[in-house]
């Protein structure tokens, strides 16, 4: 039995997730993916999305279906009403989704609904050889590259080859389909919840069969890069990070207890516990977003002002992919200081 990594499960039922409690392998259809290298430079966190691409090269004619569509041949059609001299004028329109079952016995112009409208051309298609059942691919969508592009990966797509992918702002990657064995199975744990709350007193265990669609990701090529220890970048993301982080902090505890507040020595195990920070350093982005009460010894949170526009707007100045670099920085230094590398050169 396998261990699944916990962001390696991605459910298709996106529309139903409103909270951290609802992203769960429990219900909706799974994808299973697998990482070929073993600490790849970037993870994507819980919650973020991303999209499986299915890249062809080649004649669009001959271009496979993707079960979520994409660039597939295009039909034409007439358009009289929007022309000025009364001429036929050429509109460009897509077919709709397909549906229905993966593979079709027809041919690739019967599924996209192109009719040859002459008899010519009847008998030019009789002529030619017969070309192959045309496969619905099982997940993502289709795009067709020209021939002067190289394509997302590290590698060239070759010429009438299909590439799967998975695309999301932290990176692109190859990915290669698996077909399950019939004795694989899925083993969900979860905690025991006794009226809404986590009861650490067990475990509940659910056992569904294993998603057919499992695929083992190439080398993934990054598209941000990671900060460097001690750089101008990496102290900017952390200045803001850690704002954001302390107004947080303040904002919940003051909606537990009303006009509660913290105190320094409260923020700075709370916060910067895995994070060392001078005290002035600390003071300094305290002073952002709270006020201090010299009778109390204790920061709260500022009301809403021209100088402090609330968390939320805190919050939009972090973007979730600095923050998947950062934890990649922090995991690439923690593995260094392990095996005994404590200064770095250049």
Request: with cysteine; charged share 30%.
């Amino acid at each position: 039995m396998q261990k699944i990594d916990e962001g390696a499960v991605i459910s298709s039922h996106a529309s139903t997730i409103r909270s951290k409690a609802d992203l769960s392998p429990i219900d909706g259809n799974l994808v299973c993916l697998e990482y070929s290298e073993e600490r790849p430079p970037l993870h994507l966190g819980k919650g973020m999305a991303s999209r499986f691409v299915n890249f062809y090269r080649g004649n669009k004619a001959n271009i496979p279906i993707s079960a979520g569509g994409g660039d597939i041949p295009i039909k034409k059609r007439n358009n009289r009403e929007n022309s000025e001299n009364d001429e036929n004028v050429l509109e460009y329109t897509r077919p709709n989704l397909l549906s229905g079952p993966k593979v079709f016995n027809k041919g690739i112009k019967d599924i996209l609904g192109l009719v040859s409208h002459e008899k010519k051309r009847e008998d030019d298609d009789n002529k030619e050889e017969k070309k192959e059942e045309s496969s619905i691919l099982p997940e993502g969508v289709t795009e067709c590259l020209q021939h002067n592009m190289h394509g997302p990966f590290l590698s060239a797509i070759e010429e009438g080859v299909t590439q799967t992918g998975i695309i999301s702002n932290l990176f692109t990657a190859p990915m290669f389909l698996h077909k399950p064995r019939s004795s694989d199975f899925l083993m969900i744990l979860n905690k025991k919840r006794n009226n809404g709350k986590n009861d650490s007193g067990g475990l509940n265990v659910l056992l569904r069969d294993f998603p057919s669609s499992m695929y083992c990701v190439g080398q993934i090529e990054p598209k941000i890069k990671v900060f460097g220890p001690k750089t101008a970048t990496e102290k900017t993301f952390v200045h803001s990070f850690i704002t954001y982080q302390i107004a947080k902090a303040l904002q919940r505890a003051e909606y537990e207890v009303e006009d509660q507040g913290m105190t320094f020595e409260e923020i700075n195990e709370r916060i910067c516990a895995n994070t060392p920070m001078q005290a002035n350093a600390l003071r300094g982005r305290i002073k952002v977003v709270a006020n201090y009460d010299k009778n109390t010894s204790i920061w709260r949170i500022k009301p809403l002002g021209e100088d402090f526009h609330g968390v939320e707007s805190a919050g939009r100045k972090i973007d979730p992919e600095s923050i998947c670099a950062y934890e990649s920085a922090c995991a690439a230094s923690r593995r260094l200081k392990d095996i005994g590398l404590k200064d770095l050169f250049t």
